[in-house]
């Protein structure tokens, strides 16, 4: 059975930093676009980082550019985005995702597999 499990959220105060990590059973990754996306009270998801497989070029929107970083270890079966310089506005829950597609992309109407979502909290 295919499934992505993520863990690593939590409250942390502005300037922090957190690591989600997301871990897929019942397929590999090395072979999938991989993507982190958020979704905060009263607004629609949004794409935050994505991966593509092969080349491994990775994509940010311009909000996260320079805070986070996202990466893989096919090794473990599992991804994970580094969080620093926490703001505010980054409070969400964030999502991991998978497309069965080499090519990443920032639309999560593309992506085939999810994880449960996990909350971060950025507050003083």
């Known amino acids: 059975q295919l499934q992505l499990v993520e863990s690593g959220g939590g409250l942390v105060q502005p300037g922090g930093s957190l690591r989600l990590s997301c871990a897929a059973s019942?397929?590999?990754?090395?072979?999938?676009?991989i993507g982190w996306f958020r979704q905060a009270p009263g607004k629609e998801r949004e794409g935050v980082s994505c991966?593509?497989?092969?080349?491994?070029?990775?994509y940010y929107a311009d909000s996260v550019k320079g805070r986070f970083t996202i990466s893989r270890d096919s090794a473990k079966g599992t991804m994970y985005l580094q969080m620093n310089s926490l703001k505010p506005e980054d409070t969400a829950v964030y999502y991991c995702a998978v497309r069965k597609d080499p090519g990443a992309l920032f639309s999560a109407n593309e992506y085939d597999y999810w994880g449960q979502g996990t909350q971060v909290t950025v507050s003083s």
């Open positions: 019942g397929f590999t990754l090395d072979y999938y676009a």
């Open positions: 991966i593509n497989s092969g080349d491994g070029s990775a």
